[in-house]
């Protein structure tokens, strides 16, 4: 890598350029704000439905397989990150050309999170704030009635993401603890109101599911994250620490979090974690975990997003993290009342979620296969160069070509659509590249040179 790391960081939060040494964070630091991203309301909601579909024994399981695969890929990508010290959309100027890789990031990851899934995301919290109220207290408070509720919620959000790793350091580091109690508790109350730990390995799922459903349910829940995990790697005090906290942080703490929330919907009638805790008496707790889970879920979501459009467009950081954070803010509140439905959206988005899981299989490939055993690069700090003056091929069709064939065809495969289309990307790229090194075979277009802003 270049050791260019000192250069100005026009576009904020080390958007398009290196972090520098000053701002690296520790193991521990790293640790904690993966776990702050973990801590989200996907990973409870998924939980939940592992207890309404599977005995405690085979829920384990499913557990462990899930988060397993889930650790090595996002260790695999973090590592990459914790090197070049680069955000994901940067890295793909090497396996994409850097044409390629602004549409890919903006395509995969402006849009499907700093716009599509932030929105998605404000919705879902105004309306389960909806729903905890009216346990509560009867009825809604107009400060969270739908619309309202939708609107601030995604301000609050947006307002950690525009501190960019400073803030979501600040919330994880405020909300973890605070959220692994409130889980722990409803966990021990749904074990007491079941009859003690005698009772939980005869507990009765109410609507069984296999395991295999399970565990893609499980790695489909947190592949995003794996995948972009280099954006948050990158500030790692050692090349390694980043990708090795998110592996931890996956293997020890997503097992715990799945687990709690799985025990509240297995040991009790109600449907969703949220209603499980308010049916046990601590309705207050679900509100506190539905507020902090969705913050830390959805500043995220715009962090990313935000990193995306900053390698597309020459806007500084904290600009376009407002801006999407502000239309997101909008499209949540004419959600919630209803002026157009949330169906449609969430079915695109999910289809162009299955774009994003091949550009962890693209990067893994090129970085510890490629690189070393194909150009002879074998020392990771010099597989890629960054910083002012370096080229780079406008297009790398291989990677172009290897991104969307992954994403189209891994539906069509028996298995996690996920995993099979890292795989499919994983494999298209290196016998594409290999081929075409092989035969002569030009397989780039054009070239463009990196300015001194990073840009």
Known sequence: MSDKTNQADVFEDHAVSAVPKEQQRSFTGMFMVYTGVLVCMAVIWTGGELGRGLALNNMILAILGGSVITAIIGLLTGIIGGYTRTSTY?????????????????????????????FIQAWLFSEVMETISLELWGSVPYLFQGHISAFWGAILMTLTAIFGFKGLALLSYVTVPLFIVILGGGSVAAITEAGG????????PAEPMTIGAAITAIVGSYIAGATISPDIARYAAKPTHGGWAWFWQVLFMQPLLFLAAGLLTLLTPQADVAEAMAHLG???????????????????????GALAFANTIKVKKAVITGILGFVGAILASLTA?????????????NQLGRFLPPIAGILIADFYILKPYLQGKKDPEN??????????????WVGILSWIGAGYFSVYLPGIVALNSILLSF????????????FNIQYTSGSYVEESTGF
């Open 383 to 396: 597989r890629y160069q960054f910083g002012p003056g370096t080229e780079y091929a406008c297009i790398n």
């Open 90 to 118: 940067v890295i793909l100027r090497h396996s994409f050309g850097r044409y390629g890789s602004m549409v890919a990031g903006a395509a995969v990851s402006g849009i499907s999170c700093g716009i599509g899934w932030f």
């Open 427 to 438: 494999i298209a790229f290196i016998i594409l590249t290999y081929t075409c090194e092989m």
């Open 282 to 304: 601590i309705g207050v707790g679900a509100l506190l975990i539905v507020i902090l889970g969705q913050w830390t879920t959805n500043d995220n979501n715009l962090y990313n």
């Open 197 to 204: 730990f005698s009772q939980i390995a005869q507990a009765t």
């Open 337 to 349: 009342l209803g002026v157009f439905g949330a169906d449609p959206f969430m079915t695109f988005l």
